[in-house]
């Protein structure tokens, strides 16, 4: 066997012999780490080091890189380090380790107002491609859906059917839970503080618009965009990983109608669903913890809540919810396209879907009040 590799220090004069010997190999990784660590912090103790490899028994890349890194620190710190003892087998690959040139390390640009402008011009670049991207997108969207209102034996019901059980009802008991749970978070909340001023019962109508209006599709458009957004995305990444868009495109067909446009209708369709499940599941939560926490009996809360909406609430709600699924579909979509040909990119266009899903439909939620506080609905 071998033996393991040390580096024994020899005073000559004003100067050091440092003897290596031993098997320099990677199999001693650990053990020659520390040992050249220990030897490099000799730089500058003495004027004159000599590295005599000549009782090295065996030397690989790995030990000849560590050899050479040693030659470097030490002459570095104002020694003069040479490397001696060399046999005919090793000096070539010392040479060409030699060769290789440290790397300086990058030294941040400095901050100003050019790099500044610069930095904000790539970002709106960044985010007028988006908005092209999704306008291409609606457009591609829209224009196949027309074709195959032309042409509905174009339609692949199989696939929309496949996509609505698992963008919709298989959401139904997450979506109902956490909605259960948020509406009795409100109705707590709400009954605690108005207890103050003795008004607990109009935590109904605050539970009821909130539901109704802002919270349910909010709230479920956010899981949504999630949970089948995220899978979306994937889903179409993997296959431009795999070249199987592409190949669908050499078949003949259209990937916006074969892939897209079923998945973009089963959202459509699926997600008013689920914002009248979550809106009936938040109310039920809130009515529940008004009778066991605020008192409020079943009735009352019944009573109230039908004096204190209107249908206009309820269809405010609907109204928002197709139109958030085309918004998280679009999304989801078109990051699945832009993914490249490795996995760190499926999972960052994964990551980005999600991020710009959430936030459009925060934002149309905001356009929405806007526009139903404008015409007074």
Known sequence: MDGGPTLEQIAKGDGLALCAAGSWT??????????????????????????????VSKLDTFGAWLIERLRRTLNAGSSDASIAGLSANYADLVDEVRRVKPVAPATPPAMTLISLLDGLGRVMAGVGETALGLIDMMGAVLAAFFAVLIRPRRLRLTSVVHHFEQVCLRAVPIVALITFLIGCIIAQ?????????????FVVDMLGVLVLREIGVLLVAIM???????????????????????????????????LILPRMLALVV????????????????????????????????LTRLRDALSINHFVVGLIKAPVMAMVIGIVACVEGLMVQGSAESLGQHTTSSVVKGI????????????????IGV
């Open 189 to 201: 909340q709400g009954i605690f503080h108005f207890r103050k001023f003795g008004a607990d019962v």
């Open 270 to 301: 699926g997600l008013p669903f689920l914002t009248f499940i979550g809106a009936m599941s938040a109310l039920y939560g809130g009515g529940l913890v008004a009778w066991l926490y605020g008192g409020v009996d079943p009735e009352s809360f």
């Open 26 to 55: 990677a199999r001693f990784a650990p053990d020659l780490e520390k040992i050249v660590a220990d030897a490099e912090r000799l730089t500058g103790t003495r004027p004159n080091i000599l590295i005599d490899v000549s009782q």
């Open 359 to 374: 936030f459009l439909v925060i934002v149309m939620d905001g356009v929405f009040a806007i526009f139903f506080a404008t």
């Open 224 to 258: 949504v965009a999630g949970r089948s957004g995220s899978a979306y995305t994937a889903e179409l990444g993997s296959m431009k990983m795999r070249e199987e868009i592409d190949a669908l495109r050499t078949m003949g067909f259209d990937p916006i109608e074969v």
